[in-house]
């Protein structure tokens, strides 16, 4: 039986994405692209990885604080928003990067960019008061 990446979620898709080098979760629903962002815990200090859904800039990537539009930023971003020293894996390659929240006339352009790997965005966006931050990772040097 084949194994449906369509159905990984949270902590079993971080394992089966590492397992693999991505092979296993990289491409997910609706043909998104999955990266996995480790932060530093803000209270704990321990490493704390998320499955993210991104798009590409350039040499950056670009991911959506989004939550399904819950109220609050989810936890990674308020892990990054204290320590912007990140990991990403994207597919085998693992690298430190640094983020940054886009702002303005770049935000506007990274959100639709974002939208057009996940469309969902936008209802998300309809469900909260507060803005969406867009995030853009960068390899560190």
């Known amino acids: ?10 902590a079993e898709h971080v ?3 590492r397992e693999t080098d991505g092979e296993v979760g990289h491409i997910w629903k609706e043909g998104s692209t999955i990266l996995l962002l480790t932060t ?3 209270t704990s200090g321990e ?6 859904i991104y798009a590409e800039d350039g040499d950056h990537y670009v991911i959506v ?5 819950a109220p609050e930023h ?13 990991e990403l894996q994207v597919l085998g390659d693992v690298f430190a990067a640094n983020a940054r929240t886009a702002e303005g006339e770049e935000r506007e352009r990274l959100w639709e960019k974002a939208n057009e790997v996940w469309p969902h965005y936008a ?4 469900r ?8 853009v990772l960068e390899r560190a040097a």
């Open 40 to 42: 530093k815990g803000r």
């Open 15 to 17: 394992r089966r994405y």
């Open 47 to 52: 490493p704390r990885t998320a499955p993210l």
């Open 1 to 10: 039986m084949t194994e449906d990446p369509t159905k990984l979620f949270g």
């Open 74 to 86: 989810p936890g990674w971003y308020r892990n990054l928003a204290k320590d912007p020293h990140v």
């Open 128 to 135: 909260t008061e507060r803005v969406i931050p867009v995030v």
């Open 123 to 126: 209802e998300y966006q309809q």
């Open 65 to 69: 604080a989004s939550q399904g539009g």
